[in-house]
């Protein structure tokens, strides 16, 4: 991996260019699910790397613990059991974390100027010391990834070990994963490298074999190689063709610019209308009758 | 009713004070919640103690806005209704407002272009209240379905728009109308002023006390 610093594309709730005039390798975490073993060790290494505990959970009867992502697991794997086509029982198992999308619906929706920013690497991260603690961003993910801490009440999800990246680390959960099925780089290499998989797994029957980086919103930096692309929903309920919600996207694109002008014209009009046509005064002598 | 020098009392001193808490609320509202409305207007963060502090009191005010609001509508719900010198009123509305001459129909207590602002106000403060309920982290937007969440939010801004274009509207027409402000801070208007906005209303006034 090359050494980069971590330049800033895109800040939340900022009308103005960011910094950009250097410019850097677009990188991506992929995410072999046909070589994960549910092992867990990326969720400890989470853990360890960022220093977060959890709460103790309790067993929910399944392998997921803990069951769903918090303030306090950023990665979580979720584990499915499908029937497939052939009546055939395949086990899949997800890594479920921020996919750090090209066009970040968290970010969109953010009201807290620089709450949320895009690094050039196509990194999203969340700097807390920002956050407001609205939720917004909950709002715009079109993968339920951030979570609200109850205890400080701002947003937490994956980082992408930005802070390793910047110092030419792999994250954390690549570097500990057992069989190679979290790899990082650059983005043009994790997609070389996802062909020649998908190219081995159709040979082994897999036809519907392929890449998840769902183009609804501009490709994700999080990766996944799926056994069946054709159905994603499959893995514990990837989302077929992710969007941004329209809700958010005319909330925050059409009708607040809209309505922000749409005040000072209100304000504006009744200057106008003042100065034009002046104060409208009763006549002090009209109850002579 | 006339007074000593020819002034009516027009708001008692209770309504006075709902009305003036309502519109400081309003103010603490609008303000706090335009820090989130746009980028533009996050700056209006730094006057309550910035981005969190902003989040945290916002909510907590429209509580307070929803309860005096309910108090100062609950008053001035009777007066309310819409009349017939009403709709007259409303065809003469623009000669009115353009200042033209015209013979004031009959009206009451208020003009129809206040009784819409009321029920405006009436309306859109409920659906503030609804939405931001749904929205109100982290206490309560957890308990909904994340896409009730997305169009509550969305409900919100476009609510408070027309919230703040009404009572822009208002303060505007207040001040336009001489006279008028007297009414809210002082409690009475002149004679003639009554005459003048409100015939009908005077003329009951008039008779009640001679």
Redesign the interface.
């Known amino acids: 991996m090359v050494q980069q610093s971590l330049n800033i594309e895109r800040r939340s709730?900022?009308?103005t260019p960011s910094p950009g005039v250097r410019h850097s390798v677009e990188v991506a975490k992929l995410i072999d699910i046909s070589k994960c073993i549910g092992c867990k060790a990326c969720q400890a290494a989470c853990m360890e790397w960022n220093d977060i505990r959890d709460e103790i959970g309790t067993c929910k009867g399944v392998y997921d613990n803990p069951a769903d992502l918090s303030a306090g697991s950023w990665t979580v794997m979720r584990f499915s059991e499908v029937e497939t086509d052939n009546g055939k029982l395949e086990w899949l198992i997800r890594k479920d974390g921020c996919m750090h999308c090209a066009d970040p619906g968290c970010l969109k929706a953010c009201?807290?100027?620089g709450?949320i920013v895009q690094h050039e690497n196509g990194i999203v991260d969340f700097q807390q010391e920002?956050?407001?603690?609205?939720?917004?961003c909950?709002?715009g993910c079109p993968f339920?990834i951030p979570r609200?801490s109850?205890k400080d009440?701002k947003v937490y999800k994956c980082t992408l070990c930005s802070d390793r990246i910047a110092t030419g680390l792999e994250p954390a959960c690549a570097k500990t994963c057992p069989t190679g099925a979290i790899m990082f780089g650059s983005k043009k290499e994790m997609i070389t490298q996802a062909e020649g998989r998908i190219a081995d797994l159709k040979e082994r029957g897999y036809q519907n074999a392929g890449l998840y980086d769902p183009k609804g919103v501009g490709g994700t930096h999080v990766m996944y190689v799926l056994q069946h692309a054709d159905k994603p929903e499959l893995y514990s309920g990837l989302a077929k063709d992710p969007q941004l919600?329209p809700?958010?996207i005319?909330?925050k694109g059409i009708?607040?610019?809209l309505?922000?002008y749409?005040?000072g014209v209100?304000?504006l009009t009744?200057i106008m209308?003042?100065v034009t046509?002046?104060?409208?005064?009763?006549?002090?002598?009209?109850?002579e009758k | 009713m006339n007074n000593k020098s020819g002034f009516i009392l027009r708001h008692p001193p209770q309504v006075r004070a709902n009305h003036w808490f309502v519109a400081i609320v309003f103010i603490l509202a609008t303000l706090s919640g335009l820090a989130f409305f746009h980028p533009a207007f996050f700056f209006l963060s730094n006057l309550f103690g910035g981005g969190p502090w902003t989040k945290i009191l916002h909510p907590f005010v429209g509580v307070v806005m929803l309860v005096a609001f309910s108090m100062l509508a609950s008053r001035e719900w009777k007066y309310n209704r819409v009349t017939d010198a009403d709709r007259q009123w409303q065809k003469k509305a623009m000669d009115i407002m353009l200042n033209h001459p015209v013979k004031m129909p009959d009206i009451g207590r208020y003009n129809i272009g206040q009784k819409y602002l009321f029920r405006t106000l009436l309306g859109m403060i409920g659906i503030l209240f609804l939405t931001g309920i749904v929205i109100w982290q982290p206490y309560f937007a957890p308990m909904f379905s994340i896409n009730l969440v997305r169009l509550a939010v969305v409900a919100h801004g476009i609510a408070g728009f027309i919230t703040i274009v009404a009572i822009i509207v208002h303060i505007y027409a207040a001040y336009w109308t001489r006279g008028a402000i007297r009414g809210m801070t002082r409690g009475t208007v002149t004679a003639a002023w009554a005459k003048h906005h409100y015939p009908g209303w005077y003329k009951e006034m008039s008779k009640g006390s001679k």
């Open positions: 709730a900022t009308t009201p807290a100027p709450a920002n956050c407001t603690g609205c939720g917004y909950i709002t339920n609200l109850p009440h919600s809700l958010v005319f909330w009708a607040k610019p309505m922000s749409g005040l209100a304000v009744g209308h003042y046509v002046g104060p409208n005064e009763a006549e002090e002598d009209e109850t």
